[in-house]
């Protein structure tokens, strides 16, 4: 059995950011902020963790962890105010990668300490496997305040210079989309990686990721030398008891310098054929797959544009409510991958993806957020994002092939894409 005691504070701003403040630097960190800023998930220190082996299928080792959780929960709990927090991995069934260790099928925690702030209330609980040592919670709180923070500094980082040949190989998998009937689209990905002197302060991380980065979400999940940051702006679903959203993001441009730029972007974007035609197949597949569990959907028939920092995109959200008595994990397993992240058809683009890539995506581009002790989550996809291991970072950009794309146009898309992780870098040097 694990006990958990649980409250409900009404603290100023200030005080909850000191917590925040403090919980950063914990050896064991996650955090999900939704892109209104109104949902935040702060988990300090784990006590439970599961790390799939790659070769297991990592959507139901989660389940079968999470259930035993659940089995495990004092009858009282608030269970929508307890999740677990963390990431799959893109394939199911991959081989071991050497750069992500023990992640290499993703990770879940259960944090010790999980802080639940939305609009309304924030309320803070406490898990643990054996009984709580005499103080109450907000003392435990008051003492993690208390600690001294970080003085790590990131001295400078080098990036070394990749994918030599990706915007050929492009052009030659166009060529291949072009000539195939059944194939129509592929994401191909490209990896940015360097090393790092010094050591990340989390604190700062965490400030940069959210200055940054406004209208994304914000994600990080940090597990001793193990990071992975996001500022992702896509999700994957959001489910509420049987309320299901989601969105199409596919289709890219960039930002403009002035207003008057940028909305010209925006409507060349609009109007752009092979951007809609891109967006079009992601839409309606996700519709499809939308199909097998709910007939009550609603979505808009034209696109609009999501505005990121360095990216705009074309969006089409899309909401649902759920027929069937179909768990999370059990939509995860329909929803992903998208041919946001994958391609279309799916299995001929995945194995086009696996060929050409020069990594394995692993935490890239997978479902990664949180999944309350009562079935609701949030998952997102983990782009525009980072993956550290001890003084070496890794970052992946991809962009959808279609027929007509010209290798470095999308290599032009794919630099604004390592933007989000290569400006944060810059911004915890201190430059
Ligand atoms: C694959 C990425 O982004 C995806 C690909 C897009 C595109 O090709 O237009 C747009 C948004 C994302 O769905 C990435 O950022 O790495």
């Not at 944090?111 to 109450?136: A, L, M, Q, T, Y």
């Not at 210079?161 to 998998?173: F, M, Q, R, T």
């Not at 990721?209 to 996001?230: C, E, G, P």
């Not at 994957?236 to 002035?258: M, N, Q, W």
Request: without cysteine.
């Amino acid at each position: 059995m694990l006990n958990v005691r649980q409250i409900r504070v009404n603290w100023s701003k200030d005080k909850l950011q000191k917590l925040i403040d403090a919980a950063v630097n914990q050896e064991i960190f996650s955090f999900f902020e939704s892109s209104d800023e109104q949902t935040k998930w702060i988990g300090i220190g784990s006590t439970s963790r599961i790390n799939p082996d790659s070769v297991q299928n990592s959507f139901d080792v989660v389940r079968d962890w999470f259930l035993n959780i659940q089995k495990q929960l004092p009858k009282k709990t608030d269970l929508n105010s307890i999740a677990v927090i963390g990431g799959f991995s893109f394939y199911q069934f991959s081989e071991k990668s050497k750069f992500w260790q023990n992640w290499s099928g993703g990770v879940f925690v259960l944090p010790r300490i999980i802080i639940k702030i939305s609009s309304d209330k924030v309320v803070i609980s406490e898990i643990r496997e054996h009984g709580f040592s005499g103080d109450k919670l907000e003392d435990a709180l008051d003492k993690i305040m208390r600690m001294d923070g970080s003085s790590s500094t990131l001295r400078s980082f080098t990036k070394r210079n990749d994918s030599p040949d990706w915007a050929k190989i492009v052009d030659e998998l166009a060529g291949k989309i072009s000539q195939d009937e059944i194939l129509k689209k592929v994401v191909l990905g490209r990896f940015s990686e360097g090393i790092l002197d010094g050591q990340i302060d989390s604190n700062k991380l965490l400030k940069g990721l959210q200055a940054l980065n406004r209208n994304t979400y914000h994600f990080i999940l940090k597990i001793k030398d193990q990071m992975f940051v996001s500022a992702t702006p896509e999700r994957l679903f959001k489910l509420e008891d049987k309320d299901f959203s989601t969105a199409a993001v596919a289709g890219t441009i960039k930002r403009g310098d002035s207003q008057l730029s940028d909305d010209k972007l925006s409507l060349e974007l609009y109007k752009d054929e092979k951007n809609r035609a891109e967006h079009s197949i992601v839409a309606t597949e996700i519709l499809s797959k939308i199909k097998s569990f709910s007939d009550d959907i609603e979505s808009s028939k034209v696109p609009m544009i999501l505005k990121n920092q360095t990216v705009q995109h074309l969006y089409t959200p899309i909401n649902a409510k759920i027929n069937t008595d179909k768990n999370v994990f059990d939509l995860i397993k329909i929803m992903h991958p998208t041919p946001a992240l994958g391609g279309f058809p799916t299995k001929q683009a995945l194995e086009l993806i696996t060929q050409l890539e020069t990594r394995k995506r692993v935490m890239f581009g997978a479902p990664i957020g949180y999944i309350t002790l009562s079935g609701n989550a949030e998952l997102i996809v983990g782009i525009r994002s980072m993956y550290i291991n001890k003084n070496n970072f890794l970052i992946f950009a991809g962009a959808g092939i279609m027929p007509d794309s010209v290798g470095s146009s999308e290599f032009a898309e794919t630099e604004l894409k390592l933007q989000p992780m290569l400006k944060l870098l810059q911004y915890l040097e201190g430059k």
